[in-house]
Every structure is written in structure tokens, then in C-alpha cells.
């Protein structure tokens, strides 16, 4: 069978697999996934997006859910998860605030009651 080493720096889950037929994959053992891409180890890229490179070698990222495509690394500024940017708004119900999102987009948050929307919520 494929012989199934532990990598440092693969995510929780994932292991690195060589085998005779298809040469060297990545299978992650909670979900079943495979990947021949190493996944996004550290990378802090947001879910969905995956680390790819050019003809000419340059990285770019690939977002496999909408399939875009940019060389500018998607989300998290310096590795470090950016906290979305909470503005409150004045014609929001009480407890509601706005949440504009890198990864979700703008959504809306009740501190109250924990409950979201993507539906603006009507006084």
C-alpha cells in the first residue's frame, strides 16, 4: 500500500502519501479528501482557496468553490487572521451590527442574541 509519513508542516488531518501509480498526494483523514496539492499548511489562506504556480513559476491562489483566480494572496494580511471589521449602523435594530467579512462577505450579527443573517434586518 502507499507508504503514509507524517509531515510538519501539513494541517491537522492531512497526510502525505507516495505511491507507485500516482506518485505523491495528500489525504486528509477526518474528511477523506485527497489532494495533489500540498494543502494550506500555515499558508492562513481562507477556506476554499488553494496555493498554485504559473508557467513561469509565480504563485498565485485559486479559489476552487468560485473559481477565481488572483496573484495577490487572498485574506490574511502578514499570516495573521484579519478580525472583520465590525461598523455599527444607525438604522440597524437594536443589538444588530453590520460584519463585513473577508471570507463570508457582509453579513449581519445580533451581540444579543448570537444570531447572523445575510438578510438585513428590518427594524
Known amino acids: 500500500g502507499p507508504s503514509m509519513r507524517e509531515s510538519v508542516s501539513l494541517p491537522a488531518d492531512w497526510k502525505e502519501i507516495t505511491d507507485k501509480s500516482y506518485g505523491v498526494y495528500y489525504f486528509n483523514e477526518s474528511t477523506g ?3 495533489y496539492e500540498k494543502p494550506g499548511a500555515g499558508s492562513g489562506l481562507p477556506e476554499g482557496w488553494l496555493e498554485a504556480k504559473d508557467e513561469d513559476g509565480n504563485t498565485y491562489y485559486y479559489n476552487e468553490t ?4 488572483t496573484y495577490e494572496k487572498p485574506g490574511c494580511e502578514g499570516g495573521e487572521a484579519v478580525e472583520p471589521s465590525v461598523r455599527e449602523s ?3 435594530p437594536n443589538g444588530w451590527v ?3 467579512d473577508q471570507s463570508y462577505g457582509l ?3 445580533n451581540d444579543s442574541t ?4 445575510y438578510e438585513r434586518p428590518i427594524s
Not at 66 to 69: A, D, K, L, P, V
Not at 114 to 117: L, N, R, S, W
Open 33 to 35: 479528501e485527497t489532494a
Open 66 to 69: 468560485s473559481g477565481e483566480s
Open 90 to 92: 444607525m438604522s440597524l
Open 98 to 100: 453590520e460584519v463585513n
Open 107 to 109: 453579513y449581519y450579527f
Open 114 to 117: 448570537g444570531e447572523t443573517a
